[in-house]
C-alpha cells in the first residue's frame, strides 16, 4: 500500500497586516471555550467528545454562527497537536499558535466565511502577545489555500509525507523566508 500528502505550511507574523473581509451573510464571530455555554453549539457540527477533549485541552474554537447556528470554524492551539493525516504532531514555538481543524458547513461554501474567521483567530492572537500564527493546508484543497491566502498568510514551507507498506517516510522543504521552521514530533 502507497499513500503520498503533501501539505502546504502558511505561516502569519503578528502583528500583521489584517485585509478588511465581508461576507454576503450576516455573521457573529465568537470564541467557544471550555465551560462557556457556547460549547453546545460547536457539538451541534463536531462530535462532543472531540470537542470537550480539545477544549479540556485549553483550546479555543473561533466559529461564524448564522441564525444561531455554527456555519464554519476554525481551531486554534498551543502545545503538540496531531496532524493525524501524516501522523505527526506539531509543537508550537513561545509566541506561535497553530490554527487547525477549518470547517465551513457545506451550504455556506463560497461566501467568504473561512477568511473571517480566520481573520478573527489573528486578531485574538495578536491581542494576547503572540508573534506567528501556522495553518497546514493539503495542496490538493484550493479552497481553503484561496481562504488562507486572502487572509494574509504566506506559504512557507512544504511537508511531504509518504508511506509504503506502512512504513513513514518525510521531506521537508527549506522554509521559504528567514524564520524558524516549526518543530515536527511523532504522534
Request: charged share 20%.
Amino acid at each position: 500500500m502507497f499513500q503520498f500528502i503533501r501539505l502546504v505550511l502558511y505561516a502569519f507574523t503578528l502583528p500583521g497586516s489584517h485585509q478588511t473581509l465581508e461576507t454576503p451573510i450576516e455573521v457573529d464571530i465568537i470564541q467557544v471555550k471550555k465551560g462557556e455555554p457556547a460549547v453546545e453549539k460547536i457539538t451541534e457540527v463536531l462530535n462532543s467528545e472531540l470537542a470537550h477533549r480539545r477544549l479540556d485541552r485549553g483550546e479555543i474554537c473561533f466559529a461564524a454562527v448564522h441564525k444561531g447556528k455554527i456555519v464554519s470554524y476554525c481551531w486554534f492551539a498551543q502545545g503538540n497537536i496531531g496532524i493525524e493525516e501524516i501522523g505527526m504532531a506539531v509543537s508550537t514555538l513561545p509566541g506561535e499558535v497553530y490554527l487547525y481543524d477549518a470547517f465551513t458547513l457545506s451550504p455556506w461554501r463560497g461566501k467568504g466565511l473561512y477568511p473571517v474567521v480566520l481573520k478573527e483567530t489573528l486578531l485574538h492572537a495578536e491581542t494576547i502577545g503572540f508573534t506567528r500564527a501556522l495553518i497546514f493546508v493539503a495542496e490538493n484543497n484550493k479552497a481553503s489555500r484561496r481562504g488562507v491566502i486572502k487572509t494574509g498568510f504566506q506559504e512557507f514551507q512544504v511537508v511531504r509525507y509518504f508511506s509504503i507498506l506502512g512504513i513513514p517516510f518525510y521531506r521537508y522543504s527549506e522554509p521559504l523566508f528567514d524564520l524558524q521552521p516549526p518543530i515536527f514530533k511523532p504522534l
